[in-house]
């Protein structure tokens, strides 16, 4: 183990360092082959030829570890330079040992370290070796001694230090990249646990008021209609299905990778019009507008937006079943330039089930704010209630 390999190890405690990158492997072997390996063939060095070696060696041995440990490498390579200066050995072509090797590990530490620690660290490491420079001077006055190494330091920390400032300001924009992509990831699976609750919510409001409402008809007309008891004892049954149907379909939604989910049918535009008929054959007086079943391709809503627009009306109609009994309702499905439009209004009526929880409203304005809409929900003046909801919708998607 030569004397830079022991020095390197008890610095930086013999910790195991990973393996040298190509490039660090090119600087240290290129430093010694262009600048120490002359010297020696040519015997032009000043010195020993083992100090030249081991000495040259020492320099450029540790630049290896550069990456790893940029301190400890400045550490042994201003004190081999500072060896070789007292001990007037000259390992390289140029006047004191002017070679690449301090250069490079000034820069590491530059580009490694915050600028102000870099700062001090290089100051120190360049320091020690000019003092120990100009001493040498003096010490050794017919030898070609000079204080290059202070002006290769100063160009190589500037340029490590700009290398540095570019690594960190990547490295935050990716940190920052992937916190706005976990924030992101988030928001979506909360958006979709607010999705499934509120789908969840108007499935089960909806079809229990409905089995409320025909339970209660067969229940009057049983003895005198028995006929029309059944068609209602077939409606609930219909209706318990297809609200098992759409919770399973929800369900599933969430428990399934999307990749790997089967396509599951959600309601859309189209199916206003079946929930509406299934209330007028209890008897409600509704009246429905809505936009043509095919759209023109520049007037077309997204299928979410169809879908939130669906439950809209399907909320507000639960709520007049629950509150208002049989009034007169009107619902509007209405296409607009900028989005598309809903309404319910109902007349005020005399039998319901009080003023309710608000679950509903609430669930409804967090399924329109998905969407970026607006919800305005309130009595009417002349009495009854009326819901406008608004989805907007680019007209470029």
């Not at 089960?204 to 209609?225: E, F, K, P």
């Amino acid at each position: 183990m030569t004397p830079a390999s022991w020095g390197l190890a008890s610095v930086i405690g013999m910790r195991r360092l990973p393996k040298p990158d190509l490039l660090d492997v090119a600087l240290a072997l290129g430093s010694f082959v262009l600048f120490t390996l002359p010297v020696l063939v040519r015997g032009t060095g000043h010195g020993p030829a083992a100090a030249i070696a081991v000495l040259g060696a020492a320099a450029t041995v540790p630049l290896l570890a550069r990456r790893a440990a940029p301190v400890p490498v400045l550490v042994i390579v201003s004190l081999v330079l500072v060896i070789a200066v007292f001990a007037d050995v000259r390992f390289t072509p140029y006047g004191n040992n002017a070679g690449p090797a301090l250069a490079i590990a000034v820069l590491t530490v530059a580009d490694r370290l915050p600028r102000a620690a870099s700062l001090r660290v290089s100051a120190a490491a360049v320091g020690l070796v000019t003092v120990a420079e100009l001493a040498a001077m003096q010490l050794h006055l017919v030898s070609d001694q000079n204080a290059i190494q202070l002006a290769l330091a100063v160009p190589a920390w500037l340029i490590g230090s700009a290398f540095g400032a570019r690594r960190r300001a990547e490295q935050e924009l990716r940190e920052e990249t992937e916190q706005r992509a976990r924030e992101a990831e988030r928001r979506i699976r909360a958006e979709e646990r607010l999705r499934v609750s509120a789908d969840v919510h108007d499935i089960v409001s909806h079809t229990l008021s409905m089995i409320a409402v025909r339970s209660g008809v067969a229940r009057m007309v049983l003895d005198q209609r028995p006929d029309e008891a059944r068609l209602a004892l077939s409606s609930i049954e219909t209706a318990s299905r297809g609200a098992l149907d759409e919770l399973r379909a929800v369900l599933q939604s969430i428990r399934v990778p999307a990749d790997r989910a089967p396509a599951v049918e959600r309601p859309s535009l189209a199916d206003v019009r079946s929930l509406v008929d299934g209330l007028r054959a209890d008897g409600y007086r509704i009246t429905l507008t809505v936009p043509a079943e095919t759209m023109p391709a520049d007037a077309a809503v997204p299928p979410l937006v169809e879908e939130s627009a669906y439950r809209v009306v399907q909320e507000a109609l639960t709520n007049v079943v629950r509150h208002a009994g049989r009034v007169p309702t009107v619902v509007d499905v209405v296409r607009e330039p900028d989005g598309l439009t809903v309404s319910v209004v109902n007349e005020a009526g005399e039998t319901g089930a009080g003023e309710g929880s608000g679950l509903g409203l609430a669930g409804m304005r967090d399924r329109v704010a998905l969407h970026d809409g607006t919800v305005e929900a309130g009595p009417r003046p002349g009495g009854g209630f009326a819901v406008r909801v608004h989805f907007p919708v680019d007209p470029h998607e």
